[in-house]
């Protein structure tokens, strides 16, 4: 039934329709029709953020947090020009979000007008699909349309921009009907093919060494998927790994996870996948930071992907047996067919493999030297597990992008998927702060905590005002190193130790600028300390800011350096990874 | 100033390419809406595929789809992604590699202007009547042919106008069809 309406009131209408409980947004004077739609009604709430970049990451962990689309509403020009480092993040990792973009009036575009940016040219590559509705005819349509587009197949970031005259307009608002969409062209392969499915469990039925290789699509896939996985797992028996983005999807308590693999994994899920005979992928996309030298990956096995995107199938690595579909429904076909088949496990026939990858397990490639007078920073995350361990609410974490975010996916166990956010594919620093906002809106009762570090944190600091209006008690724990270390340890890797602007001279007090925020700081750096002040911030019911005060020049090690192959992985016990590739001939590309 | 003194490396692996490159021709059919040639367009820029030639044009009116023909150099494992990259864009029905998937037919349109007089104007009539050109406009010092064809054609009598006066050429790009009864 069709109701009339103006185009902004529609805007409204259709997130009410589609289930939105929360947007993030910022306004200005092309979306203020918008605002003023949202102003009149209870339906959806809106969360004002500090900077539109925010507001996109708030939005993507929200999403990542909930399984559902994260929205967004910018205005035009620099409110849309803000929000492309989180389009691109979205993009990067697969994450379904909506976002609204105000744009001058139809009879301006094209004239330099004041605020006019071309939006939908600026985002048509950092978009999964991006619209300018020209026509108030086709708005109830779009904005269906960009929640079907943005939720189904590869999930993505959808833009969909609407001129300022456009939200005035009067229209007919209606529900489409899926079926009609405009965009026939549009559709997702979910299920697997029946006899590539078949195919793949036969040669999991033949597998001497295998491994499953799993990622982001399996929390994509929703948590039956995680399900259907952990059922497959215990089925055959096999050891599993994951990507940085999979993380939760296996839990990490079960003795048949070897840990994540990649640049920084572990040394037995690396050299698992160097020496495997049949590798499983599930839902990963042979990312350049895994399979690091490419012609040296796996050498020797056979390999099948799933996925649900057809282009990722041999676009990095040539597998040997593709299936094109949604994990959640391949990984539950893959459990009935090898059902079908089989009663056992291949525990007897895999029992030397797991023998061998106990031995690399053995090496502790985790480890590290611990000190009773400076924070490790490893040890700090290994103490906030603990204590978030003994709470009784559930636990997100989201982390910024260097050093600590790769320590926080080494020491910071996850059994349950949706619960960890960081940002893999395009790593932006910044991203963990809005996220956590993000997480809270969502989870109002969680323990949601960011780890982050001191260079990082302060790319998108001032969301800490947006924690402290909704008060929401987001948690910071700041590994500060005083070095972007993540830059310094590539510097002392491979350009003698040369520090170019890799440090921060003039750090502010941590302490006070929370407590300028409205929030509460915390610091330490004393390890005998730490566990009372962790406790400290986890027992305050409000935002808090915790300076961790750190080693300065740890490494995040085990580490693969780029162009080597996954067994030359240099280990922790290494005392200068300066000389350690000095002596393997600097061979890096 | 010191760099020089070790080696960098990179954060990144660069492979060396091994495969030969080849030239194929993609059959594209989309919907025609607007932005739709810039998402074509900017998705061989953005990931450094190499455009040949490119021709479009509505085909279907009432269903409001066009046909995009376009001529593409990579390697046989590029050529493979930049299907699937298309067809991974919303508004992209099909796409068909017509030089792998049977026999096809390849035309192009050529307007070529030649300018002259005196012996080249009658070896200039001669070679058009031989390659069937059309004159669509002439003046007693010029002429306008219309050629059509396959490429290698329209690139021999462009060739061979060279000396005898050519002054300017445009060409339509490529368009493909399969042969035989089956469609897209
Ligand atoms: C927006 C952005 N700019 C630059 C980089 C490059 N970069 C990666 S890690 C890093 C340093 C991060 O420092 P910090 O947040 O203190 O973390 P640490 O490595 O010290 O734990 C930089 C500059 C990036 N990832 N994102
Ligand atoms: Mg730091």
């Known amino acids: 039934m069709a109701e009339k309406m103006t185009g902004a009131e529609m805007v409204i209408q259709a997130l009410a329709d589609q289930g939105v409980e929360h947007i993030f947004g910022y306004p200005g004077g092309a979306a203020l029709p918008i605002y003023d739609a949202m102003f009149q009604q209870d339906a959806v709430q809106h969360i004002l953020v500090r900077h539109e970049q925010g507001a996109t990451h708030m939005a993507e962990g929200y999403a990542r947090s909930t399984g559902k689309p994260g929205v967004v509403l910018v205005t035009s020009g620099p409110g849309a020009t803000n929000a492309v480092t989180g389009l691109t993040d979205a993009l990067m990792d697969s994450i379904p979000l909506v976002c609204i973009t105000a744009q001058v009036p139809t009879t301006l575009i094209g004239t330099d007008g004041f605020q006019e940016c071309d939006t939908v040219g600026i985002t048509r590559s950092c978009t999964k699909y991006n619209y300018l509705v020209k026509r108030v005819e086709d708005l109830p349509r779009i904005m269906h349309e960009a929640f079907l587009i943005a939720t189904t197949g590869r999930p993505g970031p959808v833009v969909v921009d609407i001129p300022k005259d456009i939200q005035f307009a009067l229209g007919d608002y209606y529900k489409p009907d899926l079926e009609t969409l405009r965009h026939q062209s549009y559709r997702p392969q979910m299920d697997g093919d029946a006899d590539a499915i078949e195919a793949a469990v036969d040669l999991m039925l033949k597998a001497e060494r295998p491994i499953f290789y799993t990622g982001g699509g399996v929390i994509n896939a929703g948590p039956q998927a995680s399900e259907h996985l952990r059922e497959l797992a215990e089925l055959t028996g096999f050891p599993v790994t994951s990507t940085l983005m999979g993380l939760g999807a296996f839990p990490a308590s079960n003795p048949q996870w070897l840990g994540m693999l990649g640049m920084h994994g572990s040394y037995e899920a690396n050299l698992a996948m160097h020496d495997c005979d049949v590798m499983i992928n599930i839902g990963a996309r042979f990312d350049d930071r895994i399979t690091g030298r490419v012609d040296a990956f796996s050498p020797n096995s056979r390999k099948i992907h799933v996925d649900i995107d057809p282009s990722s199938i041999n676009k990095v690595v040539h597998v040997d047996l593709p299936v094109i579909g949604d994990c959640e429904r391949v990984l539950s076909e893959m459990v009935r067919v090898w059902r079908s088949k089989t009663n056992q496990p291949r525990s007897e026939a895999i029992a030397p493999w797991w023998k061998q990858i106990q031995k690399w397990r053995d090496v502790g490639s985790f480890n590290f030297k611990n000190s009773d007078t400076v924070i490790k920073p490893q040890y700090a995350i290994q103490r906030l597990y603990e204590a978030t361990k003994k709470q009784s609410k559930e636990v997100f974490i989201t982390t910024e992008v260097g050093q600590h975010q790769m320590w926080a996916a080494q020491h910071f166990h996850f059994d349950k998927p949706n619960h960890w956010m960081t940002s893999g594919g395009l790593g932006t620093m910044g991203y963990g702060l809005p996220a956590a906002v993000g997480v809270q809106v969502a989870h109002p009762d969680a323990l949601v905590i960011d780890i982050a570090g001191e260079a990082s944190v302060q790319m998108t600091m001032q969301e800490l005002s947006t924690a402290v209006q909704y008060r929401l008690p987001i948690k910071i724990f700041i590994l500060n190193n005083e070095r972007m270390g993540m830059v310094r340890q590539w510097q002392d890797l491979l350009h003698g130790s040369r520090y170019a602007h890799s440090y921060s001279e003039s750090l502010p007090d941590f302490v006070k600028l929370a407590e300028a925020y409205g929030g509460k700081g915390i610091r330490c750096d004393n390890p005998a300390e730490l566990d009372a002040a962790i406790a400290e911030m986890l027992d305050y019911d409000g935002p808090v800011l915790f300076d961790v005060l750190v080693e300065k020049d740890e490494n995040c090690l085990p580490m693969i350096p780029s162009g080597k192959p996954h067994n030359e992985i240099i280990l922790p016990d290494t005392a200068n990874i300066g000389d350690i590739i000095d002596e393997k001939g600097r061979a890096l590309v | ?184």
Request: net charge neutral.
């Open chain 2, 1 to 184: 100033m010191n760099a020089h003194l070790q080696p960098t490396g990179s954060a990144y692996f660069i492979t060396k390419e091994t495969q030969e490159i080849e030239r194929h021709t993609l059959s594209v059919l989309v919907d025609n809406e607007p932005g739709i040639l810039a998402r074509v367009v900017g998705l061989f820029s953005a990931r450094g595929y190499n455009i040949e030639s490119l021709t479009v044009s509505e085909t279907e009116h009432g269903r409001r789809l066009s046909r995009i023909t376009v001529v593409v150099t990579a390697t046989p494992r590029t050529l493979v992604q930049i299907k699937l990259q298309l067809e991974r864009l919303v508004p992209v029905h099909k796409v068909h590699d017509l030089t792998t998937e049977g026999a096809s037919l390849e035309r192009e349109l050529a307007l070529i202007k030649v300018a002259g007089s005196g012996d080249h104007r009658a070896e200039t009539l001669r070679l058009a009547d031989a390659f069937r050109a059309q004159i669509v406009d002439a003046t007693v010092e010029s002429f306008v042919f219309e050629v059509t064809g396959k490429p290698g054609k329209i690139d021999s009598f462009i060739g061979l106008m060279q000396p005898l006066g050519l002054v300017e050429v445009v060409r339509t790009g490529l368009a493909a069809i399969s042969r035989g009864q089956q469609g897209m």
